[in-house]
């Protein structure tokens, strides 16, 4: 007999767990059931070292701020992030506050978010990125210095070895913030299963082997267990959430919205110390600007990571190749995303995309020594003896159509969805799960346009996301009183400093 649930989401990472939450609180009556195929929930994507913890708001990634053909630094991404961030601490603080979420200091941690450059061209690029980014409100408390004294005084590994006969400058906010995703994503779950009569279900070594769609427009899915078992469960709406499993599972679905789409995988590396003598020494996320010819994803960062309460210091990321999409896929998970309708694209995209190919291939032969090189840039005193390789996770960029290319590589998120918004897929990878509220917001608006539209839920969601993204980007004042409100929930820094 088949089981029967109103929503069922595949793969228990923080953007499940996220529209689970909101799914839930907009509608407590819906049975959810969320499927993970390993033996625990947050172990891939979402699991703290499979990801740089980055609480990502546009305040140190230099390549949300680009410089225009005319030397203007172009800030819309930034400030759009920013915000989207905004709406995300906003569900967590109204959870917190209502006691479902336990101790925030367990998830997110106050780490201050630094930029960091050399030579004379890029020191303009900060200055004049400086300028327009604090006269806007998301970055009004961000600081900007030239001085090695002061730079050394906010980070001292950077000039700890370092010779002052090279311009540096810095920009530093300190209220930015580093994540722990997976322990956010067990204590949002967590939270759910304590609902009475099993209204939400979470479900570990659980493997989706197809899905289809009946004629009702529900789906009927099967599922394999890590028991031998073999369930069917028919789902009036599916999400995969499932990483870069998700791209597979979305062309199992067979809907025309899928085709075209394909996926490159790049597995990602760090350094990691551990070492207290070091790890105290550094208390940021320092960013850079990528090497020329390198692409967006290989942006250079030395980080505070918290995990587990305890702190720790990561750098990179190195890019490495596998043609798995998930840490515990498979090797043939790549040939066998291959179909007829994203041949064409995957092929445009290996046509355009040499340098990153070249870059992908100098970074799988790079030695541990040629590593702590690259560290040297930022901490020229870095001993090789105190960094170790730590592997992150997959991150599958999504491939898709283009007219003019016949395909492009997209760095970012996307969904796709049905026409009749009954299953939805997330592809693509940062700044997802900072941003996953905003993501998962746009989903169910997306997926259920009638009863996001109606006024039970537009009052709920007031109450989860009081001011949303778009609002808080015009009205400075509002974004203001919403950041004191959550950074005092969430035991983070004042915003204002």
């Known amino acids: 007999m088949d089981e029967t649930v109103d929503v069922l989401l595949v793969?228990?990472?923080?953007?499940?767990?996220?529209?689970?939450?909101?799914?839930?609180?907009?509608?407590?009556?819906?049975?959810?059931?969320?499927?993970?195929?390993?033996?625990?929930?947050?172990?891939?994507?979402?699991?703290?070292?499979?990801?740089?913890?980055?609480?990502?708001?546009?305040?140190?990634?230099?390549?949300?701020?680009?410089?225009?053909?005319?030397?203007?630094v172009d800030i819309q991404k930034a400030v759009k992030i920013n915000t989207m961030f905004e709406e995300s601490k906003q569900l967590?603080?109204?959870?917190?506050?209502?006691?479902?979420?336990?101790?925030?200091?367990?998830?997110?941690?106050?780490?201050?978010?630094?930029?960091?450059?050399?030579?004379?061209?890029?020191?303009?690029?900060?200055?004049?990125?400086?300028?327009?980014?604090?006269?806007?409100?998301?970055?009004?408390?961000?600081?900007?210095?030239?001085?090695?004294?002061?730079?050394?005084?906010?980070?001292p590994l950077l000039m700890n070895g370092r010779q002052a006969n090279e311009p540096l400058a810095a920009t530093r906010v300190e209220s930015g913030t580093d994540v722990d995703f997976g322990a956010l994503t067990r204590q949002l779950l967590a939270r759910l299963e304590t609902e009475?009569?099993?209204?939400?279900?979470?479900s570990t070594g659980q493997k989706v082997s197809d899905l289809e769609r009946n004629r009702d427009g529900s789906w009927t899915v099967k599922v394999d267990t890590n028991g031998g078992e073999r369930r069917v469960i028919r789902a009036?709406?599916?999400?995969?959430?499932?990483?870069?499993?998700?791209?597979?599972?979305?062309?199992?679905?067979?809907?025309?919205?899928?085709?075209?789409?394909?996926?490159?995988?790049v597995s990602g590396q760090w350094l990691r110390c551990d070492k207290p003598e070091i790890v105290s020494q550094h208390n940021a996320k320092v960013y850079s600007k990528a090497p020329i010819g390198a692409p967006p994803m290989s942006v250079p960062h030395l980080d505070t990571r918290n995990v587990d309460g305890t702190p720790s210091l990561l750098f990179g990321p190195f890019a490495g190749f596998t043609t798995k999409f998930l840490k515990t896929g498979s090797v043939f998970d790549l040939a066998r995303s291959?179909?007829?309708?994203?041949?064409?694209?995957?092929?445009?995209?290996?046509?355009?995309?040499?340098?990153?190919?070249?870059?992908?291939?100098?970074?799988?032969?790079?030695?541990h020594g040629e590593r702590v090189e690259e560290l040297q840039d930022f901490y020229p005193a870095a001993s090789v003896d105190d960094w170790r390789l730590e592997v992150a996770g997959q991150r599958v960029q999504v491939i898709k159509k283009d007219p003019r290319k016949g395909g492009v590589l997209q760095f970012g998120t996307?969904?796709?969805?049905?026409?009749?918004?009954?299953?939805a897929a997330l592809l693509?990878?940062?700044?997802?799960?900072?941003?996953?509220?905003?993501?998962?917001?746009?989903?169910?608006?997306?997926?259920?346009?009638?009863?996001?539209?109606?006024?039970?839920?537009?009052?709920r969601l007031k109450q989860l996301v009081p001011a949303r993204a778009d609002t808080l980007a015009d009205h400075g004042s509002l974004l203001r009183d919403i950041r004191a409100h959550t950074h005092r929930t969430l035991k983070l820094s004042d915003p204002a400093t």
């Open 428 to 459: 693509g990878a940062s700044p997802g799960a900072s941003t996953a509220t905003s993501i998962m917001l746009g989903l169910i608006e997306r997926c259920f346009p009638e009863k996001y539209a109606s006024t039970a839920w537009q009052e």
């Open 11 to 72: 793969g228990a990472g923080v953007m499940s767990a996220t529209l689970a939450t909101l799914l839930h609180e907009l509608e407590p009556e819906a049975r959810i059931e969320v499927l993970e195929r390993l033996d625990s929930t947050a172990s891939e994507s979402s699991f703290a070292w499979n990801n740089a913890g980055t609480g990502h708001a546009g305040l140190c990634e230099l390549n949300y701020t680009p410089q225009t053909s005319d030397g203007s």
């Open 338 to 367: 291959v179909r007829s309708s994203n041949l064409s694209p995957m092929l445009a995209v290996a046509r355009d995309n040499f340098s990153l190919v070249k870059y992908l291939l100098d970074q799988v032969r790079l030695s």
């Open 236 to 265: 009036r709406f599916v999400f995969l959430g499932a990483g870069g499993a998700s791209l597979h599972l979305l062309q199992k679905s067979g809907i025309p919205e899928a085709k075209g789409y394909a996926g490159f995988p």
């Open 196 to 202: 009475p009569d099993e209204q939400v279900r979470i």
């Open 92 to 155: 967590w603080t109204y959870l917190v506050e209502h006691g479902d979420l336990g101790d925030p200091s367990r998830f997110v941690y106050p780490v201050p978010h630094m930029s960091f450059v050399r030579g004379k061209q890029d020191v303009r690029f900060l200055r004049a990125r400086h300028e327009v980014m604090q006269a806007h409100p998301c970055f009004e408390a961000m600081k900007y210095t030239e001085s090695p004294e002061a730079i050394e005084q906010w980070a």
């Open 414 to 423: 996307e969904v796709v969805a049905s026409s009749d918004g009954t299953i």
